[in-house]
C-alpha cells in the first residue's frame, strides 16, 4: 500500500457542486501539504500543516479550505467548485526535521469541474 | 521569501551528463536546497539537497556555488528514465514551506 494515499482518484463534477479531496498517510508524519499543478505549469502550494492545530494559507487558498482531522489526515474542500479549479492535486508530507523535510507525494487526484 | 530561476527547458543525449543551473540569489543563510523531478504521469520525488557543501547520492550530485546564489544538479549520465521535470526548491527561511516553481523539462535523446 501507498504511504501516502490520495481519494478519490479521479472525479468529475459540476459547477457548484461541493468536492472533498482526501489525503491520509501512514509516515507518522506531522507536516502535510496540498498542491495543484495545471497543464505545463509547476506545483502551486494550496495550504499547509505543520500539525493538527497549525494551518497555513499557500500561495492560492482562495476557494479552497481544508481540514486536519488527524495527525494521518488531511482534506481539501472546495465548497463551489468552478470550472478553473479543473487541476490534478497532490498531496504531500513531511518529517519534521533540519535541513531534511523530504516530501512524499501521493498520486495525485484528477479534478474535472463542468 | 528566496526566488529561484531556472530553464525552461533542456536537452541531452542518453549516457551523457546533464547539468541543470538554479540560481537562488535571496537564499536565506540556513535554507537547504532541494531538488526534486517529476516523471511523466507521476508526482514529485527527491532528488537531493544541500546546505554548502556538494553532496552526492545514487540518483544524482550537487553542486553549491561558495557563496550559495546557484547550484546545479549533475546526472552523471542521462538515461532515457531521467527524462522528466527537475524543480529546484530552496524552503522559505526555515518555515519547510516549500513553493514549486515551474522547473526545467529535461529532454533525453535516444
Known amino acids: 500500500d501507498a504511504d501516502v494515499t490520495q481519494t478519490p482518484r479521479n472525479r468529475i463534477t459540476k459547477t457548484g457542486k461541493r468536492i472533498m479531496l482526501e489525503c491520509s498517510q501512514t509516515?507518522?508524519?506531522?507536516?502535510m501539504y496540498w498542491y495543484r499543478q495545471d497543464p505545463g505549469l509547476g506545483l502551486r502550494l494550496i495550504y499547509y500543516?505543520?500539525?493538527?492545530?497549525?494551518?497555513n494559507k499557500g500561495e492560492i487558498s482562495d476557494g479552497y479550505s481544508v481540514s486536519r482531522q488527524a495527525q494521518a489526515k488531511f482534506s481539501l474542500s472546495l465548497e463551489s467548485a468552478i470550472p478553473n479549479q479543473t487541476a490534478l492535486y497532490f498531496c504531500?508530507?513531511?518529517?519534521?526535521?533540519?535541513?531534511?523535510?523530504?516530501?512524499?507525494f501521493g498520486e495525485g487526484s484528477r479534478l474535472t469541474v463542468l | 521569501d528566496a526566488k529561484t530561476t531556472q530553464p525552461n527547458s533542456m536537452e541531452s543525449n542518453e549516457e551523457e551528463p546533464v547539468h541543470l543551473p538554479c540560481n537562488h540569489s535571496?537564499?536565506?543563510?540556513?535554507?537547504?536546497i532541494h531538488w526534486y523531478r517529476q516523471l511523466p504521469s507521476q508526482g514529485p520525488e527527491y532528488v537531493i539537497h544541500?546546505?554548502?557543501s556538494n553532496v552526492n547520492n545514487r540518483m544524482a550530485s550537487l553542486a553549491i556555488a561558495e557563496d550559495r546564489k546557484s547550484s546545479t544538479l549533475i546526472l552523471h549520465r542521462a538515461t532515457l528514465r531521467d527524462a522528466a521535470v527537475y524543480y529546484c526548491?530552496?524552503?522559505?527561511?526555515?518555515?519547510?514551506?516549500?513553493?514549486f516553481g515551474t522547473g526545467t523539462r529535461l529532454k533525453v535523446l535516444a
Open positions: 504531500a508530507t513531511s518529517v519534521r526535521g533540519v535541513g531534511t523535510g523530504e516530501l512524499f
Open positions: 509516515k507518522g508524519h506531522d507536516r
Open positions: 500543516s505543520f500539525d493538527v492545530k497549525d494551518i
Open positions: 535571496t537564499i536565506s543563510g540556513t535554507d537547504y
Open positions: 544541500g546546505l554548502t
Open positions: 526548491i530552496p524552503p522559505r527561511g526555515g518555515t519547510y514551506k516549500y513553493i
